[in-house]
């Protein structure tokens, strides 16, 4: 069973920066689609951005630009990165492979002046 811990979240100001942490149980993580998905206040949790086992990456509309993606292996942990944070990307963060596992708990963000 596939364990995802993220955290790093906050309080931030518009324009600020934070970065989220997600380590993952299992002995498989180097092989794993992993992605990060945010949820934002009474809207459904969407997918924002992706990297491969090898470091490819692939990013939403919303956040290109703006956050990096990047990951250890030899952690067991992939980070966002987020730079330039606007309002509209609070909410909760959460971490999963593709395809999912059980979800963890995520993490909230909040850009607030």
């Known amino acids: 069973q596939v364990q995802l811990v993220e955290s790093g979240g906050g309080l931030v100001q518009p324009g600020g920066s934070l970065t989220l942490s997600c380590t993952v149980s299992?002995?498989?993580?180097?092989?794993?689609?992993m992605g990060w998905y945010r949820q934002a206040p009474g809207k459904q949790r969407e997918l924002i951005t992706t990297?491969?086992?090898?470091?490819?990456?692939n990013y939403g509309d919303s956040v290109k630009g703006r956050f990096t993606i990047s990951r250890d292996n030899a952690q067991k942990t992939v980070y966002l990165h987020m730079n330039s944070l606007k309002y509209e990307d609070t909410g909760v963060y959460y971490c999963?492979?593709?395809?999912?596992?059980?979800w963890g708990q995520g993490t909230q963000v909040t850009v607030s002046s």
């Open positions: 999963n492979k593709i395809p999912n596992t059980s």
């Open positions: 299992g002995s498989f993580f180097r092989l794993y689609i």
């Open positions: 990297t491969t086992g090898d470091g490819n990456t």
